[in-house]
């Protein structure tokens, strides 16, 4: 079983940057595809970012360029550097783990984290 666990949100004006983590424990980190999502109030949840064991990542269309996804194997922790918020990014961010040994992301995750709140003011 994978326990994940969010830090790192927070309040800042538009223009301003935060770095999210996440850490992992149980399971073999290393072997997992991690992924960051987010919900807005009143919106599904979408995909921000995700990144594989191997490092290939990929990005919503409206984050690219902004928010960078990265990955500490050796600490277990996985993160989302967010430069350049905007109120749009206002959210819930959620760390979502799979267990999965393939070049390209999931489309699906099987363990999530309870998620942490940035909220960009204008």
């Known amino acids: 079983q994978v326990q994940l666990v969010e830090s790192g949100g927070g309040l800042v004006q538009a223009g301003g940057s935060l770095r999210l983590s996440c850490a992992a424990s149980g399971g073999i980190f290393s072997v997992n595809a991690m992924g960051w999502y987010r919900q807005a109030p009143g919106k599904q949840r979408e995909l921000v970012a995700a990144i594989t064991r191997g490092g290939n990542t990929n990005y919503a269309d409206s984050v690219k360029g902004r928010f960078t996804i990265s990955r500490d194997n050796a600490k277990n922790t996985m993160y989302l550097q967010m430069n350049s918020l905007q109120p749009e990014d206002t959210a819930v961010y959620f760390c979502?783990?799979?267990?999965?040994?393939?070049?390209?992301?999931?489309?699906?995750?099987?363990?999530w984290g309870q998620g942490t709140q940035v909220t960009v003011s204008s």
């Open positions: 979502a783990a799979k267990r999965w040994l393939g070049t390209l992301p999931p489309n699906e995750y099987d363990y």
